[in-house]
């Protein structure tokens, strides 16, 4: 693993561990060859502390290369091994010194670079000259969870021919993916990360209902017992402010660019709907047009709101499903989501939402 200071390296080179251990069952040994860094060893230990992954480093040792060295005599029988090495915030000669004897005696089938995604265009040159000094084969982008789009990993792939292989997307060691083209890309020209979305999906949440429901909105039959429970779906994932984080602009008649106060009082609408609709009975969820006005009375004194709420959410529903219909009436959405419902296939085609 190679890359400049505070990119990921070492967060990187145990996440990649324990992928490799868990997900394909080799037997994996990690070396901590930073012998600039106090404290790396006992870093990545700690990182690694419940796994299985060997981890081997001379916190006394002050030359690079012989850690590798006898890491690699020690760690033998493993079925991967990898190093993590030393970063500067500029690549000077010592470092330069130092990475080329660890690339002699390795002789390492992949030599992966690590680029933070704030670094931005920067990453072109940086890229370049790792590039020049240890041939590298693999990108990692780490730190995606935040704001930063990763756009300078473009430069680095375009510096070096190498595919992006992985990012990282949190400090924990789990918190790694495999890199995707069509999500990153989307994130990249802020289209909205529709497979982040989906992903975003309550892991309790029952398939078989949300298939059902799904297929229930696509047919225009849409009452207000399908609208609450695709509230309550809404309302597990999170607040409307983070599933709107992952949609693109203008996705559903610009929903997705709703300014904070707009996306505020739609939660606070929500969450009324909500307590309204524990007071009604099922009667009335499933023939929300046919309540009248004494019933409209009845369900705002046993909500404690007004009766214009009450109306208001009628009137909500009402806009819903004509919404639905709408989008069940354009056939390529429509099956496009049924093929997604049915096996998983998240590749949608983004001319279907008018993208
Ligand atoms: N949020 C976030 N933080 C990360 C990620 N990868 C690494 N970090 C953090 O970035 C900092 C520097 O990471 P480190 O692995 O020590 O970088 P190194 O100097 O290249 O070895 C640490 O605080 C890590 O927890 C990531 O994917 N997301
Ligand atoms: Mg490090």
């Not at 500029?90 to 933070?116: F, N």
């Not at 190498?162 to 789990?174: N, Q, T, W």
């Not at 695709?230 to 602009?249: C, H, R």
Request: proline fraction near 2%; include cysteine; charge should be neutral.
């Amino acid at each position: 693993m190679v890359g400049l200071y505070g990119q990921g390296k070492t967060t990187t080179t145990a996440k990649l561990a324990e992928w490799y251990r868990k997900k394909h069952g080799l037997r994996v040994a990690v070396i901590e060859a930073d012998v600039h860094r106090p404290g790396a060893y006992a870093q990545l230990s700690q990182l690694l502390e419940d796994s299985s992954v060997v981890v081997y480093g001379e916190p006394d040792e002050k030359n690079a290369a012989t850690i590798v060295r006898n890491g690699l005599a020690a760690c033998a029988s493993a079925d991967l091994v990898i190093v993590d090495t030393a970063g500067r915030h500029q690549l000077d000669d010592e470092l330069v010194d130092e990475l080329e004897r660890i690339a002699s005696i390795t002789r390492a089938t992949e030599r992966w670079l690590v680029i933070d995604a704030q670094v931005g265009q920067a990453a072109g040159p940086v890229a370049a000259s790792f590039h020049n000094l240890a041939g590298v084969t693999g990108i990692v982008v780490t730190k995606l969870d935040g704001t930063a789009r990763g756009g300078g990993a473009l430069s680095a792939v375009a510096a070096t021919g190498a595919p992006l292989v992985h990012i990282g997307v949190g400090e924990k060691v789990s918190d790694l993916e495999k890199f995707e083209a069509d999500r990153f890309i989307s994130r990249l020209l802020g289209m909205g990360d529709i497979r982040g979305l989906i992903d975003l999906a309550p892991e309790d949440m029952d398939e078989e209902e949300a298939m059902r429901l799904t297929q229930r909105l696509m047919s225009g039959r849409f009452t207000l017992n399908d609208m609450y429970k695709q509230m309550e779906m809404m309302a597990k994932v999170g607040t409307i402010d983070k599933l709107m984080s992952f949609l693109p602009g203008n996705m559903f008649g610009g929903l997705g660019g709703m300014t904070k106060s707009q996306k505020e009082a739609m939660q606070g609408n929500l969450d009324r709907y909500r307590t309204i609709m524990d007071s009604m009975t099922g009667w009335e969820k499933n023939e929300p047009a046919k309540i009248k006005a004494e019933r409209i009375q009845r369900i705002a004194r046993g909500s404690g709101v007004k009766e214009k709420d009450v109306r208001e959410l009628i009137a909500q529903w009402k806009r819903s499903r004509k919404m639905m219909k709408g989008m069940g009436g354009n056939r390529k959405l429509n099956k496009q989501m049924r093929k997604m419902m049915k096996d998983g296939d998240m590749d949608m085609d983004p001319s279907a939402f008018g993208m």
